[in-house]
């Protein structure tokens, strides 16, 4: 795992694109900072870029570092959930611009797998997380689901087993500033 962490991390300090097995489904990721590292995700799934990607954080102290006010039932939720849940907050600081929504929001997770924890903490700096699929398409299941062109569309691939036996996107939930919750994905 050591050799895939480090091979993954030149990639994104280049500003590549690497696929990668997330706590959910296998992902698309780049430097979460890097306003062309992003593009080259858009363009790769063929997605507009006013639809948002995800985020992924290695834990608590990265999430702070880049959303404005953490509201405190988001620490709740984080404790409670049973399964990746993926939260979308206001006034996220420190990211690409082409990662946040109109809306001056981004979803944000905190990884719950070793690989991506260990990965972002080597980093030291949040990795987008979208589904290896091309906009429109159904999200793979498994690695041997993901289509040749993504594929080819990344700068590298990690070479890890499918360890998720019944894999799924994540939960969404949208808190606001007001205290208002919405769940956007079951």
């Given at each position: 795992?050591?050799?895939?962490?480090?091979?993954?991390?030149?990639?994104?300090?280049?500003?590549?694109?690497?696929?990668y097995p997330t706590d959910t489904v296998w992902g698309i990721g780049c430097d979460a900072t890097n306003p062309?590292?992003?593009?080259?995700?858009?363009?790769?799934?063929?997605?507009?870029?006013?639809?948002?990607?995800?985020?992924?954080?290695?834990?608590?102290?990265?999430?702070?570092?880049?959303?404005?006010?953490?509201?405190?039932?988001?620490?709740?939720?984080?404790?409670?959930?049973?399964?990746?849940?993926?939260?979308?907050?206001?006034?996220?600081?420190?990211?690409?611009?082409?990662?946040?929504?109109?809306?001056?929001?981004?979803?944000?997770?905190?990884?719950?797998?070793?690989?991506?924890?260990?990965?972002?903490?080597?980093?030291?700096?949040?990795?987008?997380?979208?589904?290896?699929n091309i906009s429109g398409n159904p999200t793979p299941k498994q690695f041997k689901d993901i289509d040749e062109e993504i594929l080819k569309g990344v700068d590298y691939?990690?070479?890890?087993?499918?360890?998720?036996?019944?894999?799924?996107?994540?939960?969404?939930?949208?808190?606001?500033?007001?205290?208002?919750?919405?769940?956007?994905?079951?």
């Amino acid at each position: 795992m050591t050799e895939e962490i480090n091979n993954c991390h030149k990639v994104l300090q280049e500003g590549g694109l690497i696929l990668y097995p997330t706590d959910t489904v296998w992902g698309i990721g780049c430097d979460a900072t890097n306003p062309e590292a992003v593009k080259k995700v858009y363009a790769l799934k063929k997605r507009e870029d006013s639809k948002a990607l995800i985020c992924l954080v290695a834990n608590q102290a990265m999430l702070e570092r880049h959303v404005k006010e953490v509201p405190d039932v988001a620490y709740d939720i984080m404790d409670l959930a049973t399964k990746p849940t993926t939260i979308v907050f206001d006034n996220p600081m420190g990211i690409a611009s082409n990662l946040v929504a109109e809306d001056n929001t981004l979803a944000i997770r905190v990884a719950s797998d070793k690989f991506c924890q260990y990965l972002i903490n080597k980093f030291r700096k949040p990795i987008v997380s979208t589904s290896a699929n091309i906009s429109g398409n159904p999200t793979p299941k498994q690695f041997k689901d993901i289509d040749e062109e993504i594929l080819k569309g990344v700068d590298y691939v990690v070479n890890l087993p499918d360890e998720s036996t019944n894999p799924s996107p994540s939960s969404i939930i949208k808190l606001s500033s007001d205290g208002q919750v919405k769940v956007i994905r079951e």
